[in-house]
């Protein structure tokens, strides 16, 4: 899609106006402090929104963002050692040299930290099965250059995927394996509070 010159207006209770970026289904509002990670300030963009085949996207939108924005650094300190994990698996997987020692010495969880460069929110539909909101945090990281770190959470809530940015919410659809063969998305489906 291109973008349309006749752009449509949005309004989000959480971004304010939101203007058409990009392609004709990619709308962007203000950027936001996110204090989760420690008041950083990213771009918050709503992806594949047609607003007249999904009225309700953008009032779901704003719900996962504030419940996401009420996420503090302690909530940061709980996945922390998802994304260490992220990083040792790489690590595993192309070995320890010069460039990446620092993060394989890493012992403190939370110092995974000082090579994740979080760079903007994304928030789409899931378009099978469960079809609820995604919130991502899109990432560098030095550990992946090429790929990067994604983070994605079912409603802006509940941490469901810690991975490279693959263009998939979950594992379930990046291995087209069923939601129950998805240990972090089954969990939160079958135990969501």
Not at 137 to 149: A, F, P, R, T, V
Request: charged letters at 30%; one cysteine or more; a negative charge.
């Amino acid at each position: 899609m291109t973008k349309r010159e006749d752009s449509l207006q949005l309004q989000s209770k959480v971004l304010g106006p939101m203007k058409q970026v990009e392609f004709d289904d990619w709308w962007e509002g203000r950027s936001v402090d996110v204090p989760l990670l420690g008041g950083l300030t990213l771009p918050v963009t709503f992806l594949d929104l047609n607003p007249s085949s999904d009225p309700s996207f953008v009032d779901e939108a704003d719900a996962a963002l504030q419940k996401f924005l009420a996420k503090t650094l302690e909530d940061r300190g709980r996945i922390s050692p998802l994304v260490k994990q992220n990083c040792g698996d790489f690590l595993d997987a192309v070995g320890v040299d010069d460039w990446n020692l620092q993060m394989a010495q890493i012992t403190q969880p939370d110092d995974i930290w000082d090579f994740v460069h979080p760079k903007a929110i994304r928030i789409n539909r899931r378009r099978r099965r469960d079809k609820a909101l995604y919130l991502q945090i899109e990432c560098e990281c030095d550990w992946e250059e090429e790929h990067g770190l994604l983070l994605v959470f079912r409603e802006g809530e509940h941490l469901t995927r810690v991975s490279d940015q693959d263009g998939h919410l979950t594992e379930a659809d990046a291995y087209d394996k069923p939601d129950d063969e998805d240990d972090m998305l089954w969990a939160v489906l079958n135990h969501p509070s």
